[in-house]
């Protein structure tokens, strides 16, 4: 029987809260967990947090290990990698899930490196294999044109995992768990990077990545001016909205709304493409959507290809008609 057992989340802190990662992991992590028939763990390092380990059992974890430190107020690659290998050696779990941001990307690889495994990145679907019991990762491949399943040989076995791809767990305050604090163990000549100043990004309205609904226009708005009325569609369905490369390039709309391989990757419940091809780096970016409206004048245009629905049009004509049922149905 191996000696690696039950299911690790690293739980991501923001501001003194648990992220919505944190929570969706913790729903993902549960179910691999009661599939195998094992316990879910989550990690809590950070500094003044030991009060978020109840709510971790509320998402769904059975043990909470807390790693309460000064030395862990921000993220520092070498002070988490430390903390993180320090639990996971003395929990020895199967699987470790963190998630496909800027924290996860840096952590996972290191963590991996240090544990002398391997680290899948950017899940979109895990599931444990049957028969083997290892853990199936599904990634997009090739920029996003096909998905292919990766399960390592070694273990611990690490995955990153996007943001809305898993659902949290509605959270129950009735559930029972462990908590467990360890002591981080680090000094500060541990850590060789310092955060000298924290810079706030401004975001008007919903940040892209947190929208349940997207608005994206490509280089067939022609202008700044157009994106006004995706502007405009985008805050009657409380959205955000999105551009593609050209259109960034263009300067009609900034860098941080380029969605694709090289901008934001989102998953909202429902991404509108308004203008837009649907290359294969643009898709990279907006895939995962639950469901893509597409509206393109070209009918071979390869959206068509990935929308649930399409419409064959001139945006000009069918974004205002578009926005105007979008205003009825709201003032129902
Ligand atoms: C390494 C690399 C990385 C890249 N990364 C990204 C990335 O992150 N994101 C990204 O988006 N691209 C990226 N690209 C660029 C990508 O290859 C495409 O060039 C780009 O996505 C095309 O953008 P588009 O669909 O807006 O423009 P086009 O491909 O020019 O498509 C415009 C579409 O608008 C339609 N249209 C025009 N006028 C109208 C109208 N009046 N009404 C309705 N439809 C109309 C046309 O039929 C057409 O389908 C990358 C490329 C490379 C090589």
Redesign the pocket.
Known sequence: MSEYKGVMIFADIIEGKLSAMATELLGCGRKLADNLGEDLAAVLPGSGIANLAGEAIAFGADKVYVVDDPLLQDYQTDSYAAVMAKVVQQVSPRIILLGQNAVGRDLAPRLAFRLGTVAVTDGVALAIDPDSKRLLTTKPVYGGNAQAIFASESNPQIATVRAKVMSPLAQDSSRKGEVVAIAAGLEPAMIRTKVLNKVKQEVAGIKLEDAPVVVSG???I?GAEGFKQLTELAKLLKGAVGA????CDNGWMPDTA??????RIVTPDLYIS??????S??L??CSSSKAIVA????PE?N?FKVARYGVV????KALPAFTQKVKELLAE
């Open positions: 490509g280089r067939g022609g593609s490369r050209p259109a380029q969605v694709g391989l090289t901008g308004i203008a837009i091809s649907g290359s780096q643009h990279a970016g509206i393109n004048k070209d245009a959206i049009a001139d945006w000009k």
